[in-house]
């Protein structure tokens, strides 16, 4: 007979939601057990956060030597050893995955079962032989590449990101299928590591952020040398002794293009096959798990945390969600998830980042009043940097609040954690006006626009004739 575990909290996937859960459970001296089926880390440290972002870092050292005759400094084109790219790649992630280990959450008290789960009724769940009885599950299954059903798809060899980082040989002609934010990612970090790329995109590039904060970016690309087909809605797919054709579909007709890679990157599917939600009572479809505004599933005594949990799909809002359920779970305490607040960001050069609504979705909703702009090319720091691509945007709404911001520019990603904050605490424009920037620094991009809401008060009549009376004062 299977042994019996009755922990006061289950956790169901070793990615960033389920580990933050079941380390901070554990820290409060509860009784935690941890199944996850993978590799401990989940997509963040083993496919995606971690391994890109390397990636990105060594295509940018590439792309700083080409661009050092700018600065007064020559040294040519760089030689690029793809093979040891991946090595530098695959170094960042063993650097990081002690964290994430089975023999760290172990040492932390947590019970590590590495196996498939599966709920056989509402409150047991089977894994590797173990039976589990928990107070209470949180499912952070999180999920995977959607693959579309192209036609001719399972016949061509492709790759997703899951795989890509396992390449050791530099592709010669990249083709890329998806123009969001990991397709464009990608795009640029293999395009400065001397790839041809392609990237085809059914509707428009960067289509989630705003178009005239995206642009910059995508104009960086073509630049770079990256070939964007937007409008290309992908038809069908074969393979061929040249490599992998794919036909497009565009109003100018079909047309076949050929590279010697793929890569499809069209979004990700959350990962509810195989775990007996059906038996447990809990509602799912293909967007994840249903979960209310406390994350709890339709069944009471299971949350969803991150990806599968229906919402957006980031590590950070994944580590968010691990915060309320854990303070719920362990302290009674009532949550309720916010979105208004959670930033996102691309991380291509220059980067792009958006928190709240855009000046298109605040407008849609009623509640946009005004919005201020500021260019990078204003900014002492961006010039000293030659990096004057750029532009802040901040979305207000009444009484001067800010109810959303994007940046595309140079450490658009850091600038976005300041502007979060500022979203997530009901912020104004005064308030952003009163911060103190050290100079020279690109927060200060986001000063001078907070600053921009006020200058139509200085050619008021009124305003003008009080400073002309106070004057007289002395």
């Given at each position: 007979?299977?042994?019996?575990?009755?922990?006061?909290?289950?956790?169901?996937?070793?990615?960033?939601?389920?580990?933050?859960?079941?380390?901070?459970?554990?820290?409060?001296?509860?009784?935690?057990?941890?199944?996850?089926?993978?590799?401990?880390?989940?997509?963040?440290?083993?496919?995606?956060?971690?391994?890109?972002?390397?990636?990105?870092?060594?295509?940018?050292?590439?792309?700083?030597?080409?661009?050092?005759?700018?600065?007064?400094?020559?040294?040519?084109?760089?030689?690029?050893?793809?093979?040891?790219?991946?090595?530098?790649?695959?170094?960042?992630?063993?650097?990081?995955?002690?964290?994430?280990?089975?023999?760290?959450?172990?040492?932390?008290?947590?019970?590590?079962?590495?196996?498939?789960?599966?709920?056989?009724?509402?409150?047991?769940?089977?894994?590797?032989?173990?039976?589990?009885?928990?107070?209470?599950?949180?499912?952070?299954?999180?999920?995977?590449?959607?693959?579309?059903?192209?036609?001719?798809?399972?016949?061509?060899?492709?790759?997703?990101?899951?795989?890509?980082?396992?390449?050791?040989?530099?592709?010669?002609?990249?083709?890329?299928?998806?123009?969001?934010?990991?397709?464009?990612?990608?795009?640029?970090?293999?395009?400065?590591?001397?790839?041809?790329?392609?990237?085809?995109?059914?509707?428009?590039?960067?289509?989630?952020?705003?178009?005239?904060?995206?642009?910059?970016?995508?104009?960086?690309?073509?630049?770079?040398?990256?070939?964007?087909?937007?409008?290309?809605?992908?038809?069908?797919?074969?393979?061929?002794?040249?490599?992998?054709?794919?036909?497009?579909?565009?109003?100018?007709?079909?047309?076949?293009?050929?590279?010697?890679?793929?890569?499809?990157?069209?979004?990700?599917?959350?990962?509810?096959?195989?775990?007996?939600?059906?038996?447990?009572?809990?509602?799912?479809?293909?967007?994840?798990?249903?979960?209310?505004?406390?994350?709890?599933?339709?069944?009471?005594?299971?949350?969803?945390?991150?990806?599968?949990?229906?919402?957006?799909?980031?590590?950070?809002?994944?580590?968010y969600h691990a915060g309320l359920v854990v303070r719920a779970i362990l302290f009674r305490l009532p949550i309720k998830e916010r979105r208004d607040h959670l930033p996102h960001v691309t991380f291509t050069d220059p980067e792009l980042g958006q928190v709240g609504p855009t000046e298109a979705e605040a407008k849609e909703s009623g509640t946009l009043k005004h919005v201020l702009s500021w260019p990078y090319a204003e900014n002492d720091r961006a010039q000293a940097e030659r990096r004057t691509e750029g532009r802040i945007k901040l979305v207000v709404g009444s009484g001067g609040r800010l109810l959303g911001a994007g940046v595309a520019g140079m450490s658009?990603?850091?600038?976005?954690?300041?502007?979060?904050?500022?979203?997530?605490?009901?912020?104004?424009?005064?308030?952003?006006?009163?911060?103190?920037?050290?100079?020279?620094?690109?927060?200060?991009?986001?000063?001078?626009?907070?600053?921009?809401?006020?200058?139509?008060?200085?050619?008021?009549?009124?305003?003008?004739?009080?400073?002309?009376?106070?004057?007289?004062?002395?």
């Amino acid at each position: 007979m299977a042994s019996i575990l009755k922990p006061d909290v289950c956790v169901i996937g070793g990615g960033s939601g389920g580990l933050t859960t079941a380390a901070a459970s554990a820290a409060f001296g509860a009784d935690v057990v941890l199944i996850e089926r993978g590799k401990m880390g989940g997509d963040c440290l083993n496919y995606g956060c971690v391994p890109s972002k390397a990636l990105i870092a060594a295509a940018k050292h590439a792309a700083a030597i080409r661009e050092a005759p700018r600065f007064g400094i020559t040294a040519g084109e760089p030689t690029i050893d793809f093979s040891a790219v991946k090595d530098h790649v695959n170094h960042v992630i063993a650097a990081i995955e002690p964290n994430d280990s089975v023999e760290r959450f172990e040492s932390l008290g947590v019970t590590v079962l590495q196996a498939n789960a599966q709920f056989i009724n509402e409150d047991t769940v089977a894994a590797g032989g173990r039976i589990v009885q928990a107070r209470r599950y949180v499912v952070a299954a999180g999920s995977s590449p959607l693959v579309p059903p192209i036609a001719g798809i399972d016949e061509t060899p492709h790759y997703t990101n899951e795989t890509i980082f396992a390449l050791r040989e530099r592709p010669r002609h990249l083709i890329i299928v998806g123009g969001g934010p990991i397709g464009m990612e990608m795009a640029q970090a293999h395009r400065r590591l001397g790839c041809e790329v392609t990237v085809l995109e059914g509707g428009s590039f960067l289509g989630r952020d705003d178009p005239e904060l995206a642009e910059i970016v995508l104009t960086r690309l073509k630049e770079d040398g990256v070939v964007l087909r937007s409008g290309a809605r992908v038809v069908a797919v074969a393979n061929s002794t040249d490599g992998p054709k794919v036909t497009i579909e565009t109003e100018a007709g079909r047309e076949t293009v050929t590279g010697s890679h793929l890569l499809v990157a069209v979004g990700r599917a959350p990962n509810v096959a195989g775990l007996g939600l059906d038996a447990a009572g809990i509602d799912y479809d293909k967007r994840g798990i249903k979960v209310g505004s406390d994350l709890r599933t339709t069944n009471r005594r299971v949350y969803a945390v991150g990806d599968i949990a229906g919402g957006p799909q980031f590590t950070h809002v994944a580590n968010y969600h691990a915060g309320l359920v854990v303070r719920a779970i362990l302290f009674r305490l009532p949550i309720k998830e916010r979105r208004d607040h959670l930033p996102h960001v691309t991380f291509t050069d220059p980067e792009l980042g958006q928190v709240g609504p855009t000046e298109a979705e605040a407008k849609e909703s009623g509640t946009l009043k005004h919005v201020l702009s500021w260019p990078y090319a204003e900014n002492d720091r961006a010039q000293a940097e030659r990096r004057t691509e750029g532009r802040i945007k901040l979305v207000v709404g009444s009484g001067g609040r800010l109810l959303g911001a994007g940046v595309a520019g140079m450490s658009a990603g850091e600038m976005t954690n300041m502007l979060a904050l500022a979203v997530g605490k009901g912020m104004t424009i005064g308030d952003l006006r009163d911060f103190v920037s050290p100079y020279p620094s690109l927060s200060e991009v986001g000063k001078r626009a907070a600053t921009s809401y006020y200058q139509p008060f200085t050619r008021r009549p009124v305003v003008r004739a009080a400073v002309r009376f106070l004057g007289r004062f002395g």
